[in-house]
Every structure is written in C-alpha cells, then in structure tokens.
C-alpha cells in the first residue's frame, strides 16, 4: 500500500518538475481588492493589464446594485437545473433580452462559457458520420468540445481560408461543424468571418462562433464580432459568447435559430446536468446589458487607448501582433523572456499576464496586454514609458 502511493505521488512530483523545469510553472496571484485596473495583490498595489473587464463594468455600481437587488428578489442561488426547477424568471429575462440584443431567434444561458462551448459542438456534431473544423489556435474550450464529439475532427491552419475550403471539399460528412473564435483570445485578431460564413453556406454547414472577446467590444452597440462585419443573425449560425468578461458579471449564452436552441435544451449535456447561474447573476446581467449598449463612450474610448498603445510600441524591439482589439499581445518567443519581463515590469508596480504554451504554440510565449475602458490615458503613458525603459 504504502509503496503505490510512493510511486503515485513521485509520478506527479516527477512531472511538476518537469513543468517548473520548461519553466510552464503556473501561479495564482491573490487579488486583496475588486477587479480594477488598481489592485491590490497579495499586498502590493498594482496598475493591471490583465483582465478580461474590457468596458470596466465589473465594478459599474449599477449593476453591483442590481446583483443585490436581484440576491434580495431571487435569493442567492437557483437550487436546480434549468430542466429540473432551476429556471427562474430573472434567467428568461435576460435570454430574451440577449436574443434581442444579438437579432438571433433564442438564446440559452449557461453558467459559463466553458459550458456554453461544451454544449455546441457535440451536440451538433455527434456522430461518426459528422466532421469539425476548427481553427488551430481555438480557445481550449472549443477544443475540448470539438474532443467530446465523436465526429471527426478537422484543424486548419490559423485563419487559414483555402485550407479550410479543401477540407470541406472532400469531405463526405453528415453533418459538417465549422468552429472558430471570432476575436482569438491570445492574438487578439480577428477571424475572417465573412469568408468563414460563405463556405458554411456553400458546404452546407453549421458555424459555431465564440464571440468571448467581442460580444460589448465590437460592432454597433457593442453587438459584437458579427455585427462588426456586416453578418446577421442567419439560422445556420451558432453565436456564444460569454459574460464575464465586456459584459463584467459571469456566465455566458449561445443564441441560435429557434430550432436549433431547443435542440441544444434537449440535448445538450452541459446544459441539463448543471446548476443553473445564481439568478442574481442574470438580473444583473441584465442591467450591464443595458449599460453596455447605451454607453459608446466606454467603446469610443477604448479604441484610443488601442491607438495610443500601437502607437507608443512601435519602436520596441518586441513585436505587437496585428489586433484592432483589446487584447494587445507582445510577442517574446521563449518562456524565460516573457516571464522575465512579467517579473521587471511587476517590480514597477504594472501587472501584464505572461502567457506560455500550452496556452500559446511552443515558442510564442508573449505578454497579454489588456486594455480597459477603465483605464486612462495616462496609465497606457505608464505602461508605454516602462516597456521602453526595458527595452
Ligand atoms: C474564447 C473564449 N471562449 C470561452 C471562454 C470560456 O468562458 P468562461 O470564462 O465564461 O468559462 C474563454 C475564456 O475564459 C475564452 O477566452
């Protein structure tokens, strides 16, 4: 007995090592204060680039108020699945209002994205006889859906269009699942939407769009990556897109045709086996909701402080990668460098997540740049002034 748990435990020791050796070693950081472009962590104070809070609305008092409007109307959880009697009528509201945000026919909430990705693809894509394309650099959520499938699996090279349109040439599929991010999470670029929906439409396929980093960032009225190119609300489009992150509070949802979304209801597993969100969420969800869309100056003023960064990096000897978006990544290569960099630009009081493989391919280790509405000018300036000290 004693001499299996040995070996167990020195097989994990073993590849913990090996982890801290490729220097892959993840940390967490203890924020002492809300998400903010000033935290406290772990004691010190810190100017950060590295939330997801893009529009500043984690911290909106709005909708912090209607979070314990909706704790005092609701209660504090749901009890239930959605299925079971879990489905509150602060959940519908919000989808309704979704569904009319986005122009799709329904839409579906989900606790998180993460579940909302699990839903999609292998739902749609659940036998033998069905394929997937997916982009090579999806977000790990997609991948993972894309693995829970038993479909067969098809990866393109990043943005890669002809490459794409040869697969689906010669597959003889079912049912075909073409998967992308709209806005690549670690690159920050956008995928080639239009072209993505033309070939779902010749080849008769589903796309299934994660607008995570878009959906309140772009098009008019924040209605995100779609809406940014000129596409609409089309029943052979699946659009999920989480809440964490513009919209500041939690979950996500994916909207669909009418069809399509009661089939996911049906059928989905992370949608049936699951808690449904604390109702409070969706209240307040709700509120960000209509905050995200009247507030353009959040969005106006974001795009400058894109600019300004642009701008201000063009002469270091590090790469910006091409990204209109908020996500602004700074390419390093090798693990020790980003990491190093982390570390000199923490010491000056800034935090930009360094982001490593697996996250990223081998070799592309880089700074996340994130940039917030909640952020000022004068915090890019700072941020500006000590990459080029570094340099
Ligand atoms: C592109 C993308 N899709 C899905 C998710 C998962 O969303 P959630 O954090 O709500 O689980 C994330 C990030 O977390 C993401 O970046």
Same mark, same amino acid.
């Given at each position: 007995?004693?001499d299996?748990?040995?070996?167990?435990e020195?097989?994990?020791s073993?590849?913990?090592?090996?982890?801290a050796?490729?220097?892959?070693?993840?940390q967490?950081?203890?924020?002492?204060?809300?998400s903010?472009?000033?935290v406290?962590?772990?004691?010190?104070?810190?100017?950060?680039?590295?939330s997801?809070?893009?529009?500043?609305?984690?911290?909106?008092?709005?909708?912090?108020?209607?979070?314990?409007q909706g704790?005092?109307d609701?209660?504090?959880?749901?009890?239930?699945?959605?299925?079971?009697?879990g489905?509150?009528?602060?959940?519908?509201?919000?989808?309704?209002?979704?569904?009319?945000?986005t122009?799709?026919?329904?839409?579906? /909430?989900?606790?998180?994205?993460? @579940?909302?990705? $699990? &839903?999609?693809?292998?739902?749609l894509a659940?036998?033998? !006889? =069905? *394929?997937?394309?997916a982009d090579?650099?999806?977000?790990a959520?997609?991948i993972?859906?894309?693995?829970?499938?038993r479909?067969r699996?098809y990866r393109?090279?990043?943005?890669?269009?002809?490459?794409l349109?040869?697969?689906?040439e010669r597959?003889a599929a079912?049912?075909?699942?073409?998967?992308s991010?709209?806005v690549?999470s670690m690159d920050?670029? /956008?995928?080639?939407?239009?072209? @993505?929906?033309? $070939? &779902?439409?010749r080849?008769?396929?589903w796309?299934?769009? !994660? =607008? *995570?980093?878009?959906?309140?960032v772009?098009g008019?009225?924040?209605r995100?990556?779609?809406?940014?190119?000129g596409?609409?609300?089309?029943?052979r489009?699946?659009?999920?897109a989480t809440?964490?992150?513009?919209?500041?509070t939690g979950?996500?949802?994916?909207?669909?045709s009418?069809?399509?979304?009661?089939?996911?209801?049906?059928?989905?597993?992370s949608?049936?086996?699951?808690?449904?969100?604390?109702?409070?969420?969706?209240v307040?969800?709700?509120?960000?909701?209509?905050?995200?869309?009247?507030?353009?100056?959040?969005r106006?003023?974001?795009?400058?402080?894109?600019?300004?960064l642009?701008?201000?990096c063009?002469?270091?000897?590090?790469?910006?990668?091409?990204?209109?978006?908020a996500?602004q990544?700074?390419?390093?290569?090798?693990?020790?460098?980003?990491?190093?960099?982390?570390?000199?630009?923490?010491?000056?009081?800034l935090?930009?997540?360094?982001?490593?493989?697996p996250?990223v391919?081998?070799?592309?280790?880089?700074l996340?740049?994130?940039?917030?509405?909640?952020?000022?000018?004068?915090?890019?300036?700072k941020?500006?002034?000590?990459?080029?000290?570094l340099a």
């Amino acid at each position: 007995m004693k001499d299996t748990q040995h070996t167990r435990e020195s097989l994990l020791s073993a590849r913990l090592r090996q982890l801290a050796d490729a220097g892959l070693t993840r940390q967490r950081r203890r924020l002492d204060s809300p998400s903010d472009p000033r935290v406290i962590v772990e004691g010190q104070t810190l100017l950060a680039f590295a939330s997801n809070d893009y529009l500043g609305l984690a911290a909106h008092p709005d909708i912090i108020e209607a979070l314990a409007q909706g704790a005092r109307d609701w209660g504090a959880g749901s009890g239930a699945s959605h299925l079971v009697s879990g489905h509150l009528k602060a959940h519908e509201t919000l989808e309704a209002r979704l569904a009319e945000f986005t122009g799709f026919d329904r839409c579906l /909430l989900f606790s998180t994205g993460y @579940l909302a990705n $699990l &839903a999609v693809t292998p739902t749609l894509a659940a036998g033998r !006889d =069905d *394929a997937v394309f997916a982009d090579r650099l999806n977000h790990a959520s997609l991948i993972d859906a894309a693995r829970l499938s038993r479909a067969r699996q098809y990866r393109y090279p990043h943005g890669d269009m002809a490459a794409l349109e040869r697969l689906l040439e010669r597959s003889a599929a079912k049912t075909r699942v073409i998967v992308s991010d709209a806005v690549f999470s670690m690159d920050g670029d /956008l995928a080639p939407l239009s072209v @993505l929906f033309r $070939l &779902a439409e010749r080849f008769d396929a589903w796309l299934v769009i !994660d =607008d *995570a980093h878009g959906f309140g960032v772009l098009g008019q009225e924040g209605r995100g990556s779609l809406a940014h190119c000129g596409i609409g609300p089309d029943p052979r489009i699946l659009l999920m897109a989480t809440l964490g992150k513009a919209a500041g509070t939690g979950g996500a949802f994916v909207a669909g045709s009418a069809l399509a979304i009661e089939y996911l209801l049906q059928k989905a597993r992370s949608y049936i086996f699951t808690t449904a969100q604390p109702p409070a969420i969706a209240v307040a969800t709700t509120k960000s909701l209509e905050i995200l869309q009247k507030d353009e100056a959040r969005r106006v003023h974001l795009r400058a402080l894109i600019r300004q960064l642009r701008a201000g990096c063009a002469a270091l000897p590090w790469r910006l990668l091409p990204s209109e978006t908020a996500i602004q990544p700074l390419m390093l290569g090798e693990n020790d460098k980003a990491l190093a960099l982390m570390r000199q630009l923490w010491r000056r009081g800034l935090w930009v997540a360094a982001i490593r493989p697996p996250t990223v391919p081998p070799g592309t280790a880089r700074l996340r740049i994130s940039l917030s509405a909640a952020h000022s000018e004068d915090d890019v300036a700072k941020l500006i002034a000590a990459l080029r000290e570094l340099a």
